[in-house]
Protein backbone atom coordinates (compact mmCIF):
# COMPACT_ATOMS: atom_id res chain seq x y z
CA UNK A 1 0.00 0.00 0.00
CA UNK A 2 1.08 3.51 -0.93
CA UNK A 3 0.05 6.54 1.18
CA UNK A 4 -1.12 9.37 -0.71
CA UNK A 5 0.49 12.47 1.23
CA UNK A 6 -2.71 14.40 0.55
CA UNK A 7 -3.94 12.24 3.73
CA UNK A 8 -7.35 12.12 2.30
CA UNK A 9 -6.80 7.95 1.11
CA UNK A 10 -4.76 4.75 0.88
CA UNK A 11 -3.46 4.13 -2.57
CA UNK A 12 -3.13 0.61 -3.28
CA UNK A 13 -0.67 -0.76 -5.82
CA UNK A 14 -1.79 -1.31 -9.72
CA UNK A 15 -0.80 -2.06 -13.01
CA UNK A 16 -2.67 -1.14 -16.15
CA UNK A 17 -5.62 -3.78 -17.45
CA UNK A 18 -5.14 -4.36 -20.90
CA UNK A 19 -6.88 -1.06 -22.60
CA UNK A 20 -7.24 0.14 -26.38
CA UNK A 21 -7.33 3.87 -27.17
CA UNK A 22 -9.71 6.01 -29.65
CA UNK A 23 -8.25 10.07 -29.65
CA UNK A 24 -11.34 12.21 -30.42
CA UNK A 25 -9.13 15.17 -30.94
CA UNK A 26 -6.60 16.59 -28.62
CA UNK A 27 -7.93 16.79 -25.35
CA UNK A 28 -10.28 13.89 -25.62
CA UNK A 29 -9.38 9.95 -25.42
CA UNK A 30 -11.88 7.02 -25.11
CA UNK A 31 -10.22 3.82 -23.41
CA UNK A 32 -12.21 0.49 -23.91
CA UNK A 33 -11.61 -2.89 -22.00
CA UNK A 34 -12.59 -6.43 -22.86
CA UNK A 35 -15.23 -6.65 -20.43
CA UNK A 36 -16.76 -3.65 -22.14
CA UNK A 37 -16.29 -0.70 -19.61
CA UNK A 38 -15.30 2.26 -21.48
CA UNK A 39 -13.80 5.97 -20.28
CA UNK A 40 -13.33 9.22 -21.76
CA UNK A 41 -9.94 11.23 -20.19
CA UNK A 42 -8.40 14.05 -21.22
CA UNK A 43 -5.03 14.84 -22.40
CA UNK A 44 -3.75 15.26 -18.62
CA UNK A 45 -5.31 12.03 -17.36
CA UNK A 46 -4.44 10.18 -20.51
CA UNK A 47 -0.76 10.97 -20.15
CA UNK A 48 -0.87 9.58 -16.20
CA UNK A 49 -2.49 6.26 -17.47
CA UNK A 50 -0.14 5.85 -19.93
CA UNK A 51 2.87 6.91 -17.77
CA UNK A 52 1.19 4.48 -15.29
CA UNK A 53 1.52 7.40 -12.76
CA UNK A 54 -2.51 6.94 -12.11
CA UNK A 55 -1.70 7.45 -8.46
CA UNK A 56 -0.95 10.92 -8.59
CA UNK A 57 -4.36 11.91 -9.03
CA UNK A 58 -6.63 10.41 -6.28
CA UNK A 59 -10.27 10.64 -8.53
CA UNK A 60 -8.64 9.71 -11.76
CA UNK A 61 -7.67 6.37 -9.66
CA UNK A 62 -10.78 5.85 -8.56
CA UNK A 63 -12.48 6.10 -11.54
CA UNK A 64 -10.14 3.69 -13.58
CA UNK A 65 -9.78 0.84 -10.52
CA UNK A 66 -13.81 1.07 -10.51
CA UNK A 67 -13.81 0.68 -14.41
CA UNK A 68 -11.11 -2.31 -14.17
CA UNK A 69 -8.78 -0.17 -16.67
CA UNK A 70 -6.08 -0.34 -13.73
CA UNK A 71 -6.36 -3.84 -11.54
CA UNK A 72 -5.22 -3.96 -8.07
CA UNK A 73 -5.51 -6.81 -4.93
CA UNK A 74 -8.70 -5.63 -4.28
CA UNK A 75 -10.74 -4.77 -7.84
CA UNK A 76 -9.56 -7.95 -9.65
CA UNK A 77 -12.16 -10.49 -8.89
CA UNK A 78 -14.97 -7.39 -9.32
CA UNK A 79 -13.12 -7.39 -12.94
CA UNK A 80 -13.24 -11.06 -13.67
CA UNK A 81 -17.01 -11.30 -12.68
CA UNK A 82 -17.65 -7.83 -15.24
CA UNK A 83 -16.12 -9.80 -18.10
CA UNK A 84 -18.38 -13.45 -17.55
CA UNK A 85 -21.80 -11.54 -17.05
CA UNK A 86 -20.05 -9.59 -20.56
CA UNK A 87 -19.91 -12.31 -22.11
CA UNK A 88 -22.58 -14.38 -19.94
CA UNK A 89 -23.50 -16.24 -23.71
CA UNK A 90 -20.75 -18.06 -23.93
CA UNK A 91 -22.57 -20.24 -20.73
CA UNK A 92 -25.94 -20.78 -22.06
CA UNK A 93 -26.11 -22.75 -25.62
CA UNK A 94 -28.13 -21.69 -28.55
CA UNK A 95 -31.20 -20.21 -28.03
CA UNK A 96 -31.73 -18.83 -31.63
CA UNK A 97 -33.50 -21.67 -33.99
CA UNK A 98 -33.81 -20.25 -37.32
CA UNK A 99 -35.94 -22.71 -39.23
CA UNK A 100 -36.70 -22.94 -43.01
CA UNK A 101 -39.70 -24.86 -43.49
CA UNK A 102 -39.59 -24.06 -48.09
CA UNK A 103 -37.06 -21.92 -49.63
CA UNK A 104 -39.72 -21.30 -51.71
CA UNK A 105 -40.83 -17.87 -52.38
CA UNK A 106 -43.44 -15.53 -54.82
CA UNK A 107 -40.44 -12.43 -54.94
CA UNK A 108 -37.50 -11.99 -56.38
CA UNK A 109 -35.69 -9.15 -54.22
CA UNK A 110 -32.90 -7.97 -55.44
CA UNK A 111 -30.83 -8.80 -52.59
CA UNK A 112 -31.67 -11.96 -51.35
CA UNK A 113 -29.08 -13.99 -49.37
CA UNK A 114 -31.17 -16.53 -49.03
CA UNK A 115 -31.00 -16.98 -52.75
CA UNK A 116 -34.94 -18.58 -52.65
CA UNK A 117 -36.46 -20.27 -55.28
CA UNK A 118 -39.14 -20.36 -57.51
CA UNK A 119 -43.13 -21.03 -56.08
CA UNK A 120 -43.00 -24.13 -59.00
CA UNK A 121 -39.65 -25.21 -57.74
CA UNK A 122 -39.62 -29.19 -56.64
CA UNK A 123 -37.83 -30.29 -53.33
CA UNK A 124 -37.42 -27.50 -51.25
CA UNK A 125 -40.45 -27.97 -49.16
CA UNK A 126 -40.22 -29.45 -45.22
CA UNK A 127 -42.10 -32.69 -44.14
CA UNK A 128 -43.29 -33.30 -40.64
CA UNK A 129 -41.00 -35.76 -39.72
CA UNK A 130 -38.15 -33.44 -40.90
CA UNK A 131 -39.95 -30.58 -38.40
CA UNK A 132 -40.22 -33.65 -35.76
CA UNK A 133 -36.80 -34.37 -35.66
CA UNK A 134 -35.52 -30.59 -35.74
CA UNK A 135 -37.91 -29.35 -32.61
CA UNK A 136 -36.49 -32.63 -30.73
CA UNK A 137 -33.20 -31.23 -31.55
CA UNK A 138 -33.37 -27.84 -30.36
CA UNK A 139 -34.48 -28.88 -26.81
CA UNK A 140 -31.25 -30.74 -26.50
CA UNK A 141 -29.94 -26.81 -26.29
CA UNK A 142 -29.23 -26.50 -22.22
CA UNK A 143 -30.43 -22.36 -23.71
CA UNK A 144 -33.12 -21.34 -20.79
CA UNK A 145 -35.34 -19.80 -23.21
CA UNK A 146 -35.67 -20.84 -26.80
CA UNK A 147 -36.88 -18.22 -30.19
CA UNK A 148 -37.95 -20.57 -32.88
CA UNK A 149 -37.63 -18.04 -35.91
CA UNK A 150 -39.17 -19.26 -39.23
CA UNK A 151 -37.63 -17.85 -42.28
CA UNK A 152 -37.68 -18.87 -45.92
CA UNK A 153 -37.55 -18.40 -49.22
CA UNK A 154 -40.70 -17.35 -47.20
CA UNK A 155 -42.58 -19.34 -45.27
CA UNK A 156 -45.97 -18.68 -45.57
CA UNK A 157 -45.80 -21.17 -48.45
CA UNK A 158 -45.45 -24.22 -45.94
CA UNK A 159 -47.45 -23.22 -43.52
CA UNK A 160 -48.72 -26.33 -42.29
CA UNK A 161 -45.37 -26.91 -41.12
CA UNK A 162 -45.00 -23.95 -39.05
CA UNK A 163 -48.17 -24.72 -37.41
CA UNK A 164 -46.81 -28.10 -36.81
CA UNK A 165 -43.65 -27.39 -35.45
CA UNK A 166 -44.99 -24.64 -33.09
CA UNK A 167 -47.70 -27.20 -31.97
CA UNK A 168 -45.23 -29.73 -31.38
CA UNK A 169 -43.35 -27.55 -29.30
CA UNK A 170 -45.74 -26.62 -27.21
CA UNK A 171 -46.51 -29.85 -26.42
CA UNK A 172 -43.01 -30.75 -25.87
CA UNK A 173 -42.57 -28.05 -23.78
CA UNK A 174 -45.16 -28.95 -21.04
CA UNK A 175 -42.72 -31.69 -19.77
CA UNK A 176 -39.38 -29.29 -20.71
CA UNK A 177 -40.71 -26.28 -19.34
CA UNK A 178 -38.52 -23.96 -21.00
CA UNK A 179 -39.37 -20.75 -21.92
CA UNK A 180 -40.26 -20.43 -25.78
CA UNK A 181 -40.55 -18.00 -28.58
CA UNK A 182 -41.72 -18.28 -31.92
CA UNK A 183 -40.89 -15.41 -34.37
CA UNK A 184 -42.32 -15.21 -37.90
CA UNK A 185 -40.41 -13.52 -40.85
CA UNK A 186 -42.45 -13.48 -43.63
CA UNK A 187 -42.94 -11.13 -47.01
CA UNK A 188 -46.92 -10.40 -45.80
CA UNK A 189 -48.15 -10.98 -49.36
CA UNK A 190 -49.47 -14.75 -48.36
CA UNK A 191 -51.36 -13.59 -45.47
CA UNK A 192 -54.38 -14.23 -44.83
CA UNK A 193 -57.13 -14.34 -41.88
CA UNK A 194 -56.35 -17.65 -40.97
CA UNK A 195 -52.71 -17.66 -40.55
CA UNK A 196 -53.26 -14.27 -38.44
CA UNK A 197 -55.74 -15.92 -36.43
CA UNK A 198 -53.71 -19.09 -35.58
CA UNK A 199 -51.15 -16.34 -34.20
CA UNK A 200 -53.38 -14.75 -31.98
CA UNK A 201 -54.49 -18.06 -30.45
CA UNK A 202 -50.81 -19.26 -30.28
CA UNK A 203 -50.26 -15.66 -28.63
CA UNK A 204 -47.30 -15.39 -30.62
CA UNK A 205 -46.27 -12.03 -31.14
CA UNK A 206 -43.31 -11.76 -33.34
CA UNK A 207 -43.98 -11.03 -36.93
CA UNK A 208 -41.49 -9.37 -39.08
CA UNK A 209 -41.71 -7.76 -42.76
CA UNK A 210 -39.75 -5.84 -44.90
CA UNK A 211 -40.62 -2.24 -45.73
CA UNK A 212 -37.71 -0.51 -48.02
CA UNK A 213 -39.79 2.76 -47.70
CA UNK A 214 -41.84 4.96 -50.25
CA UNK A 215 -43.82 2.91 -52.90
CA UNK A 216 -41.24 3.78 -55.69
CA UNK A 217 -38.24 2.84 -53.49
CA UNK A 218 -39.97 -0.38 -51.84
CA UNK A 219 -40.54 -1.81 -55.83
CA UNK A 220 -37.26 -1.13 -57.23
CA UNK A 221 -35.69 -3.61 -54.27
CA UNK A 222 -38.58 -5.81 -53.42
CA UNK A 223 -40.96 -7.48 -56.97
CA UNK A 224 -43.12 -10.58 -57.15
CA UNK A 225 -41.62 -13.11 -59.99
CA UNK A 226 -43.63 -11.55 -62.44
CA UNK A 227 -41.63 -8.38 -62.05
CA UNK A 228 -44.39 -6.39 -60.51
CA UNK A 229 -43.92 -4.19 -57.30
CA UNK A 230 -45.19 -5.76 -54.06
CA UNK A 231 -45.52 -2.52 -52.06
CA UNK A 232 -49.16 -2.26 -52.13
CA UNK A 233 -50.21 -5.78 -51.06
CA UNK A 234 -47.58 -5.47 -48.24
CA UNK A 235 -49.30 -1.91 -47.08
CA UNK A 236 -52.47 -3.50 -46.61
CA UNK A 237 -51.38 -6.01 -44.33
CA UNK A 238 -49.32 -3.85 -42.67
CA UNK A 239 -52.61 -1.73 -41.97
CA UNK A 240 -54.87 -4.73 -41.13
CA UNK A 241 -52.33 -6.03 -38.86
CA UNK A 242 -51.89 -2.59 -36.86
CA UNK A 243 -55.60 -2.12 -36.73
CA UNK A 244 -57.11 -5.80 -35.81
CA UNK A 245 -54.52 -7.55 -34.18
CA UNK A 246 -52.80 -4.43 -32.50
CA UNK A 247 -52.72 -5.71 -29.05
CA UNK A 248 -51.87 -9.52 -29.69
CA UNK A 249 -49.04 -9.24 -32.59
CA UNK A 250 -45.95 -7.17 -32.49
CA UNK A 251 -45.49 -6.66 -36.35
CA UNK A 252 -41.89 -5.32 -37.06
CA UNK A 253 -40.25 -4.42 -40.93
CA UNK A 254 -36.97 -4.13 -42.11
CA UNK A 255 -35.80 -1.51 -44.54
CA UNK A 256 -32.87 -2.75 -46.36
CA UNK A 257 -30.47 0.27 -47.81
CA UNK A 258 -29.46 -0.59 -51.16
CA UNK A 259 -27.84 2.15 -54.10
CA UNK A 260 -31.85 3.03 -54.79
CA UNK A 261 -31.82 4.19 -51.20
CA UNK A 262 -29.52 6.53 -50.28
CA UNK A 263 -31.29 9.67 -51.26
CA UNK A 264 -34.25 8.98 -49.83
CA UNK A 265 -33.28 8.64 -45.86
CA UNK A 266 -36.08 10.72 -44.31
CA UNK A 267 -38.66 10.02 -47.01
CA UNK A 268 -37.77 5.97 -45.11
CA UNK A 269 -38.48 7.09 -41.78
CA UNK A 270 -41.36 9.41 -42.64
CA UNK A 271 -42.86 5.97 -44.53
CA UNK A 272 -42.25 3.95 -40.79
CA UNK A 273 -43.64 6.83 -38.93
CA UNK A 274 -47.44 7.00 -41.02
CA UNK A 275 -47.56 3.62 -40.22
CA UNK A 276 -47.05 3.46 -36.81
CA UNK A 277 -43.65 0.99 -37.27
CA UNK A 278 -41.36 2.65 -34.61
CA UNK A 279 -38.21 0.28 -35.39
CA UNK A 280 -36.64 1.94 -38.08
CA UNK A 281 -33.22 -0.46 -39.02
CA UNK A 282 -31.02 1.43 -41.29
CA UNK A 283 -30.02 -2.41 -42.48
CA UNK A 284 -26.81 -2.54 -44.58
CA UNK A 285 -26.77 -5.23 -47.45
CA UNK A 286 -24.99 -8.78 -46.88
CA UNK A 287 -22.82 -8.87 -50.30
CA UNK A 288 -24.33 -12.41 -50.25
CA UNK A 289 -26.54 -14.24 -52.34
CA UNK A 290 -28.61 -12.12 -55.14
CA UNK A 291 -26.80 -8.97 -53.90
CA UNK A 292 -23.86 -10.14 -54.61
CA UNK A 293 -24.51 -11.12 -58.15
CA UNK A 294 -26.27 -7.56 -58.53
CA UNK A 295 -23.33 -5.64 -56.04
CA UNK A 296 -22.41 -3.20 -59.08
CA UNK A 297 -25.39 -2.21 -59.33
CA UNK A 298 -26.80 -1.68 -56.21
CA UNK A 299 -23.88 -1.84 -53.54
CA UNK A 300 -22.26 1.21 -52.29
CA UNK A 301 -19.47 2.13 -49.66
CA UNK A 302 -19.14 2.35 -46.59
CA UNK A 303 -18.59 5.94 -47.09
CA UNK A 304 -21.83 6.64 -48.89
CA UNK A 305 -23.24 4.29 -45.86
CA UNK A 306 -22.63 6.65 -43.20
CA UNK A 307 -23.71 9.76 -45.39
CA UNK A 308 -27.21 8.53 -45.79
CA UNK A 309 -27.37 6.62 -41.82
CA UNK A 310 -25.78 9.86 -40.22
CA UNK A 311 -28.57 12.21 -42.27
CA UNK A 312 -31.60 9.58 -41.67
CA UNK A 313 -30.22 9.21 -37.77
CA UNK A 314 -30.49 13.24 -37.24
CA UNK A 315 -33.59 13.00 -38.47
CA UNK A 316 -34.94 10.46 -36.33
CA UNK A 317 -33.03 12.39 -33.54
CA UNK A 318 -34.83 15.69 -34.93
CA UNK A 319 -38.43 14.01 -34.18
CA UNK A 320 -37.95 12.49 -30.77
CA UNK A 321 -37.23 16.43 -29.47
CA UNK A 322 -40.91 16.93 -31.57
CA UNK A 323 -42.22 14.02 -28.89
CA UNK A 324 -42.30 11.16 -31.70
CA UNK A 325 -41.40 7.96 -30.42
CA UNK A 326 -39.24 6.18 -33.20
CA UNK A 327 -35.93 4.53 -32.96
CA UNK A 328 -32.98 3.79 -35.14
CA UNK A 329 -32.40 -0.03 -34.14
CA UNK A 330 -28.79 -0.70 -35.08
CA UNK A 331 -27.64 2.93 -32.84
CA UNK A 332 -30.28 1.18 -30.38
CA UNK A 333 -28.37 -2.26 -30.29
CA UNK A 334 -25.01 -0.53 -29.79
CA UNK A 335 -25.61 1.61 -27.19
CA UNK A 336 -27.02 -1.24 -25.66
CA UNK A 337 -23.33 -3.03 -26.11
CA UNK A 338 -22.03 0.45 -25.17
CA UNK A 339 -24.13 0.88 -21.85
CA UNK A 340 -25.11 -2.10 -20.70
CA UNK A 341 -22.99 -4.40 -18.59
CA UNK A 342 -24.51 -7.76 -20.21
CA UNK A 343 -24.02 -8.02 -24.39
CA UNK A 344 -27.79 -7.76 -25.97
CA UNK A 345 -27.21 -11.37 -27.74
CA UNK A 346 -27.42 -9.51 -31.49
CA UNK A 347 -25.89 -12.88 -32.85
CA UNK A 348 -24.09 -10.67 -35.81
CA UNK A 349 -21.83 -8.76 -33.90
CA UNK A 350 -20.85 -10.98 -30.86
CA UNK A 351 -17.46 -11.93 -30.17
CA UNK A 352 -17.01 -14.75 -30.36
CA UNK A 353 -19.74 -14.41 -33.19
CA UNK A 354 -23.07 -16.34 -32.59
CA UNK A 355 -22.54 -19.07 -34.88
CA UNK A 356 -23.74 -22.37 -32.98
CA UNK A 357 -22.92 -20.30 -29.79
CA UNK A 358 -26.10 -18.09 -29.93
CA UNK A 359 -27.62 -19.80 -32.65
CA UNK A 360 -28.58 -22.75 -35.33
CA UNK A 361 -29.98 -22.40 -38.68
CA UNK A 362 -32.40 -26.08 -39.65
CA UNK A 363 -33.14 -25.91 -43.45
CA UNK A 364 -36.29 -27.88 -45.24
CA UNK A 365 -34.07 -30.95 -45.35
CA UNK A 366 -33.04 -30.88 -41.73
CA UNK A 367 -29.54 -29.50 -42.23
CA UNK A 368 -27.66 -27.51 -39.46
CA UNK A 369 -25.75 -24.91 -40.49
CA UNK A 370 -24.11 -22.34 -37.93
CA UNK A 371 -26.25 -19.30 -39.11
CA UNK A 372 -28.50 -17.32 -40.73
CA UNK A 373 -26.30 -16.20 -43.03
CA UNK A 374 -24.48 -20.01 -43.80
CA UNK A 375 -27.53 -21.47 -45.26
CA UNK A 376 -26.76 -21.39 -48.93
CA UNK A 377 -22.95 -22.60 -48.35
CA UNK A 378 -22.26 -26.49 -47.60
CA UNK A 379 -19.01 -25.12 -46.33
CA UNK A 380 -20.68 -24.37 -43.03
CA UNK A 381 -22.77 -27.49 -42.54
CA UNK A 382 -22.93 -29.09 -39.31
CA UNK A 383 -24.73 -32.24 -39.75
CA UNK A 384 -28.20 -33.39 -39.67
CA UNK A 385 -30.96 -33.79 -37.50
CA UNK A 386 -31.54 -37.51 -38.41
CA UNK A 387 -28.07 -38.35 -38.30
CA UNK A 388 -26.40 -36.31 -36.17
CA UNK A 389 -26.26 -36.02 -32.16
CA UNK A 390 -25.70 -32.66 -30.35
CA UNK A 391 -22.07 -33.26 -28.83
CA UNK A 392 -21.09 -33.94 -32.78
CA UNK A 393 -22.13 -30.39 -33.77
CA UNK A 394 -19.90 -28.76 -31.35
CA UNK A 395 -17.03 -30.72 -32.28
CA UNK A 396 -17.43 -29.87 -35.30
CA UNK A 397 -13.99 -28.62 -36.65
CA UNK A 398 -15.51 -25.81 -38.90
CA UNK A 399 -17.41 -24.49 -36.07
CA UNK A 400 -14.58 -24.34 -33.61
CA UNK A 401 -12.10 -22.36 -36.35
CA UNK A 402 -14.73 -19.74 -36.45
CA UNK A 403 -15.11 -19.55 -32.81
CA UNK A 404 -10.95 -18.72 -32.31
CA UNK A 405 -11.10 -16.80 -35.31
CA UNK A 406 -14.39 -14.92 -34.52
CA UNK A 407 -13.27 -14.19 -30.69
CA UNK A 408 -10.72 -11.65 -32.82
CA UNK A 409 -7.42 -12.08 -30.86
CA UNK A 410 -5.22 -13.34 -34.10
CA UNK A 411 -6.56 -10.26 -36.29
CA UNK A 412 -6.56 -6.58 -36.50
CA UNK A 413 -9.17 -6.47 -34.39
CA UNK A 414 -7.28 -7.29 -31.23
CA UNK A 415 -5.85 -3.74 -31.39
CA UNK A 416 -9.18 -1.60 -31.98
CA UNK A 417 -10.99 -0.17 -29.47
CA UNK A 418 -13.92 -0.26 -30.81
CA UNK A 419 -13.29 -4.05 -31.01
CA UNK A 420 -15.89 -4.72 -27.56
CA UNK A 421 -18.85 -3.83 -29.17
CA UNK A 422 -18.40 -5.50 -32.56
CA UNK A 423 -17.99 -8.62 -34.19
CA UNK A 424 -16.86 -10.25 -37.53
CA UNK A 425 -18.99 -12.30 -39.84
CA UNK A 426 -16.80 -15.19 -41.41
CA UNK A 427 -19.56 -16.09 -43.35
CA UNK A 428 -19.93 -12.71 -45.17
CA UNK A 429 -15.38 -12.73 -45.23
CA UNK A 430 -15.61 -16.65 -46.88
CA UNK A 431 -18.07 -14.75 -49.42
CA UNK A 432 -15.85 -11.89 -50.40
CA UNK A 433 -12.74 -13.07 -49.42
CA UNK A 434 -12.46 -17.20 -49.93
CA UNK A 435 -11.24 -17.49 -46.39
CA UNK A 436 -12.30 -17.59 -43.18
CA UNK A 437 -9.30 -16.19 -42.04
CA UNK A 438 -10.13 -12.33 -42.63
CA UNK A 439 -8.32 -9.26 -44.67
CA UNK A 440 -10.10 -6.92 -42.58
CA UNK A 441 -8.73 -3.95 -44.25
CA UNK A 442 -10.91 -5.02 -47.21
CA UNK A 443 -14.15 -6.03 -45.43
CA UNK A 444 -17.47 -4.16 -45.85
CA UNK A 445 -18.99 -4.85 -42.51
CA UNK A 446 -15.48 -3.90 -40.61
CA UNK A 447 -14.83 -0.39 -42.48
CA UNK A 448 -18.56 0.04 -41.62
CA UNK A 449 -18.23 -0.73 -37.40
CA UNK A 450 -15.09 1.43 -37.67
CA UNK A 451 -16.73 4.28 -38.63
CA UNK A 452 -20.24 3.80 -37.36
CA UNK A 453 -19.64 3.32 -33.43
CA UNK A 454 -17.52 6.09 -32.68
CA UNK A 455 -19.97 8.24 -34.57
CA UNK A 456 -22.28 6.54 -31.75
CA UNK A 457 -19.60 7.14 -28.94
CA UNK A 458 -19.18 11.00 -30.35
CA UNK A 459 -22.99 11.51 -30.09
CA UNK A 460 -23.58 9.93 -27.07
CA UNK A 461 -20.46 11.98 -25.48
CA UNK A 462 -20.49 15.65 -27.16
CA UNK A 463 -24.15 16.19 -28.42
CA UNK A 464 -27.18 17.04 -27.08
CA UNK A 465 -28.39 13.29 -28.62
CA UNK A 466 -27.49 11.52 -25.16
CA UNK A 467 -30.50 12.24 -23.14
CA UNK A 468 -32.66 10.78 -26.24
CA UNK A 469 -30.26 7.96 -26.15
CA UNK A 470 -30.38 7.25 -22.79
CA UNK A 471 -33.76 7.53 -22.89
CA UNK A 472 -33.68 4.57 -25.36
CA UNK A 473 -32.21 2.33 -23.62
CA UNK A 474 -33.91 2.81 -20.46
CA UNK A 475 -37.98 2.42 -22.11
CA UNK A 476 -36.95 0.38 -25.54
CA UNK A 477 -38.13 -3.24 -25.65
CA UNK A 478 -37.89 -5.46 -28.71
Not at 119 to 141: Q, R
Request: charged content about 30%; aromatic content about 14%; glycine content about 4%.
Amino acid sequence: MVISFSGLDFMEDCVPNFYRTFRFDDNNFLITTDHGEWVLLDKDEYRLLRTNRVREDLNLFNILKEKGIILTKNNIENVIKKYKERNHFLFNGPSLHIVIPTFRCNQRCIYCHSVAKPLDAKGYDMDEDTAKKIVDFIFKSPAKTLSIEFQGGDCSFNFDIVKFIIEYAEEKNKKAKKRILFNIVTNLTKMDDDKLNFLKKHRIMGLATSLDGPKELHNKNRKYLNGRGTYDDVIYWIKRIKKEFKYDINLNAMTTITRYSLDYPKEIVDEFNKLDLRNVWFRFMNNLGFAHTEWKKIGYTPEEYMKFFNTGLDYIIELNKKGEKITEVMTYIMLKKILNKRDPMFVDIQSPCGAAIGQLLYDHKGNIFTCDEAKIFEEFKLGNVKTSNYKDIFNNKTLRAMIDISSKYPTLCDACPFSPFCGICLVNIYKSQGNIIPKLTEDFRCNIFKKLIPNIFHRLLFTDNRKIFLKWVSEKKF
